[in-house]
């Protein structure tokens, strides 16, 4: 059974259609990655399937169990198995990096707040921010604010990682380690893993599948690894995007 079921999802700004009928799958363990041109609505579908919008038609479902026809407290049970980095990491920048990681354990658990502190190191040592704990925001890199926001998506321990543009910002180096840094927590956490991304580094060094959405004709116009893509699709547009920077 998929992780991830997306069907016959419409999505639509008041009456503009921004992508229609899109229908795939994220299967267990995949590191799926939603790609195409700026502007096709790449974001928009996260946001759908993380519940934040609803879509004008269609269905998102994580392992069999619908989520939008879902009651408050089915979809709260869903939503406690997703972890979340947003582009710029979305750090509170008034709190400390613990502080901000201790969020969400704060609101969703019991735990008592020794323990909080503990899980709070643990999720900064894993992504490489071990005795950064104290640090504000302002006062570490953009890749470090890109990995302490991982640490406060992961801190619920979730089965699902969801990340928008996580190379956005950030310079060739800090974008490769990052991408390490993913593939090293799915392989040690098991996690499912869903992308939005133009940055074809990323996409050819850890994407295991992948959708293409299409700006003009609004849908999927590609679906499969992205290896296989870059070498059996032939549609031009999707050759186009796979090859950029090869010309000249």
């Known amino acids: 059974m998929p992780r991830i079921d997306v069907r016959d999802l419409t999505m639509m700004y008041g009456d503009r259609v921004i992508q229609h009928d899109l229908t795939f799958a994220v299967e267990p363990g995949e590191i799926f990655v939603i790609m195409g041109p700026s502007g096709t609505g790449k974001s928009t579908l996260l946001r759908h399937m993380i519940g934040l919008v609803p879509p004008a038609r269609g269905e998102v479902a994580y392992d069999g169990a619908s989520f939008w026809t879902a009651d408050a407290e089915g979809r709260q049970r869903l939503l406690r198995r997703i972890g979340v980095l947003y582009q710029q990491g979305a750090l509170w920048s008034s709190r ?4 901000n990681i201790a969020l969400p354990l704060e609101e969703f658990t019991d735990l008592p707040p020794a323990l909080v502190r503990e899980v709070v190191s643990l999720k900064l040592a894993l992504v490489g921010l071990g005795g950064f704990d104290d640090f504000y925001p302002s006062e570490i ?3 470090m604010r890109k990995r302490a926001g991982l640490a406060r998506a992961m801190a619920l321990d979730p089965d699902i990682l ?10 060739p180096i800090s974008s490769r380690r990052l991408d390490d840094l ?5 392989e ?6 869903v992308i939005v991304t133009h ?7 850890i994407g295991t599948n992948a959708v293409f959405l ?14 296989k893509l870059l070498q059996e699709c032939r549609d031009e547009k999707v050759r186009r995007f ?3 920077g090869e010309r000249g």
């Open 141 to 143: 890199s953009g890749g």
């Open 96 to 99: 400390t990096l613990a502080e």
């Open 242 to 244: 796979l090859t950029r």
């Open 182 to 186: 993913i593939l090293e927590l799915r």
């Open 214 to 227: 299409d700006d003009e004709r609004k849908t999927i116009i590609a679906a499969g690894p992205p290896t």
């Open 162 to 171: 969801f990340f928008d543009e996580p190379s956005s910002g950030l310079d």
């Open 199 to 205: 940055e074809l580094a990323s996409i050819f060094a």
């Open 188 to 193: 040690s956490l098991g996690a499912t893993v």
